[in-house]
């Protein structure tokens, strides 16, 4: 039976929660031996509806996921069926990539985008950039469609738009120009305060292309104040790390603000005077297991802007970790392996490498880290500072254009030659710590 048969659409519209209905509707369509009777919208409205409710239900999400993708084509699915599809999986944190790249494959092979309204452009790369799936096909082909239906787009949809294309780092002067700063301009006074951080997120952007468009100062003024104003806390598993590191002998501050905008975990000093992030990346951080949008675009943009070296510690991988002498061996496996990514690639780093997926690099690491000795005394415990941003250099984008995961796996490759273990991703996700601050984008509501 299609969706049409449930309520589930009906409650989330309503806003009325259910769970114990939301989670029978789920299980049993999860249960179907055939999902042909349902229709595009049926899908779209169910998935659309758990995502909205915030009704978990994983077994839902990858039934339909497995049917759509194994289908011959999405040429039955209309403009907002797909977006909202889509936007669906993105919000309830599932990648599916296989469905990510039916989508992609579909509008690379559409002639004709006439038929698509601003929202369901902007929720369509809003979905892929959130989940990491940045086609380049998708981006390009709806870039003229979107500076086509400029004056159509709401302040949602601009600050959707934008924060996506920064995720995605595909450079389009035609459609981020004067003209599209000017929208956002008169846009001013009805942006949120998640779409004045966005579009923080998207000056950055515009400053990592040298491209010359700026907001008008009092813009730029809001989309500061509101992305530095966050509130943060720090958890069970930063301090776990932290701790290790000051065990370590390292000289370190936490919770430091950056020129950028962006406030980082902890900011350690290495030898020759150079810093280094250390971000502890809980689950609100990855969808799968893969980063989300809105951490490679942090990574990326403290690197290449705030010229200081990122190195992630994922929440599963710590939690593997049942004591601190092991956890100590993988801090000295992740500096090596970076100091390895750093003597292949010099000291460049590029506007498209994260140090979650590349490793960037960490010259000169301390002695005391590297070579395992932890009988250094600990350095006091500073918190809360705010780093003024260095001078920007040149940004050297096509450098960083390379396939995602190849530099980690030369890496690995070298490391193996000189004996040095790759720390591998444990399957079980038991005892994993919640670390889910409210750091990028937050996830946007379909309307």
């Given at each position: ?158 600050a959707n738009i934008a924060w996506a294309y920064s ?236 396939r995602d995961g190849v530099p980690g796996q030369q ?37």
């Open positions: 039976a299609g969706a049409d048969q449930y309520s589930d659409g009906h409650l989330s519209s309503a806003g009325v929660s259910h769970p114990e209905l939301f989670r029978k509707i789920g299980y049993h369509i999860a249960r179907q031996t055939s999902l042909n009777s349902f229709k595009p919208q049926d899908f779209s409205n169910t998935a659309w509806a758990f995502a909205t409710a915030g009704a978990s239900h994983p077994e839902l999400f990858k039934k339909i996921g497995n049917h759509l993708a194994g289908l011959m084509s999405l040429n039955s699915f209309n403009p907002q069926a797909l977006s909202n599809t889509a936007w669906s999986f993105a919000t309830a944190g599932i990648s599916y990539p296989e469905l990510f790249r039916k989508i992609g494959d579909h509008v690379a092979e559409l002639g004709c985008f006439d038929s698509f309204k601003p929202q369901e452009l902007s929720n369509t790369v809003w979905a892929c950039a959130t989940i990491g799936h940045t086609d380049e096909r998708l981006f390009s082909a709806f870039a003229p469609v979107i500076r086509s239906k400029l004056d159509e787009c709401s302040e949602q949809d601009l995720v995605a780092n595909l450079p389009r002067h035609d459609l981020f120009n004067e003209g599209y700063a000017g929208a956002l301009a008169s846009n001013e006074n009805e942006f949120s305060v998640e779409e004045f951080r966005q579009l923080h997120q998207w000056q950055l952007w515009q400053q990592e292309l040298q491209s010359g468009i700026e907001l008008p100062r009092s813009l730029r003024a809001k989309c500061r104040n509101a992305f530095t104003s966050r509130g943060f806390s720090e958890s069970k598993l930063q301090n776990d790390v932290v701790d290790e590191l000051r065990i370590a002998g390292l000289d370190l501050e936490e919770e430091v603000l950056l020129g950028s905008g962006y406030r980082i975990d902890a900011l350690v000093k290495v030898g020759d005077g150079r810093k280094v992030a250390i971000e502890v990346d809980g689950p609100f951080h990855f969808i799968d297991r893969r980063p989300a949008g809105r951490t490679t675009l942090k990574h990326r943009q403290v690197a290449t802007l705030d010229r200081i070296e990122v190195v992630s510690v994922p929440y599963w991988e710590w939690d593997e970790l049942k004591n601190s002498e092991m956890k100590q061996h993988y801090l000295r496996k992740k500096l090596a392996l970076s100091y390895i990514i750093q003597s292949i690639y010099g000291r460049k780093i590029s506007s498209r490498c994260t140090a979650h997926n590349s490793g960037i690099a960490l010259c000169d690491v301390l002695p005391a880290l590297v070579h395992g000795t932890n009988n250094t005394r600990a350095a006091p415990r500073r918190r809360h500072r705010y780093l003024r941003p260095e001078p920007l250099e040149p940004v050297f984008g096509p450098l960083g254009r390379v890496a690995r490759e070298q490391a193996q030659e000189q004996g040095l273990e790759a720390t591998g991703v444990p399957q079980d996700e038991q005892g994993r710590e919640e670390h889910a601050r409210q750091d990028e984008a937050p996830h946007r509501q379909a309307r």
